[in-house]
């Protein structure tokens, strides 16, 4: 796989690999996310059911306290992306469908072509 000398960062790897890329659909997950066995599955169906839909974001739970969660896609607030949900308990939230800011790209689903349309990743987010 063709890759870089140097560390560019998390943006630049992603947009590198955007172009490589021959499918419909960008999975992204961080080296440090445990999936769930039907984690891409599922992801999969979403963005079938949802075909207006350009990205799908994941209920992330905290690694060291799975009963809370990390995330669940983010909101806009006053011009900025935050969380959802983050430090509620996970049997209560971020369960519901929902239309989102943006997902967390540690565990996301992007639309290769919606991607590439914007030239890729904010590279300046390293």
């Known amino acids: 796989m063709e890759g870089f000398e140097s ?3 998390f943006t ?3 947009n590198h690999h955007a172009c490589l890329a021959h499918g419909k659909w960008l999975a992204l997950l961080n080296s440090d996310a445990f999936p769930e066995p039907d984690w891409l599955e599922e992801l ?3 963005a079938e059911n949802n075909p207006e839909f350009s990205f799908f974001a994941s209920r992330q739970l905290q690694a060291n306290a ?3 969660l990390y ?3 983010d909101h806009q607030i006053s011009g900025l992306a935050w969380q959802r949900h983050t430090g ?3 049997a209560q939230f971020g369960l519901e469908t929902a239309e989102l800011f943006s997902p967390c790209a540690a565990a996301a689903l992007y ?4 991607i590439l349309q914007v030239d890729g990743f904010d590279e300046d987010y390293f």
Do not use: D, V
């Open 44 to 46: 999969l169906k979403a």
């Open 7 to 9: 560390n560019r960062g």
């Open 12 to 14: 630049a790897a992603n």
């Open 88 to 90: 509620f308990p996970a």
């Open 111 to 114: 639309s290769r072509q919606a």
């Open 66 to 68: 799975r009963q809370l």
């Open 71 to 73: 995330g669940a896609g």
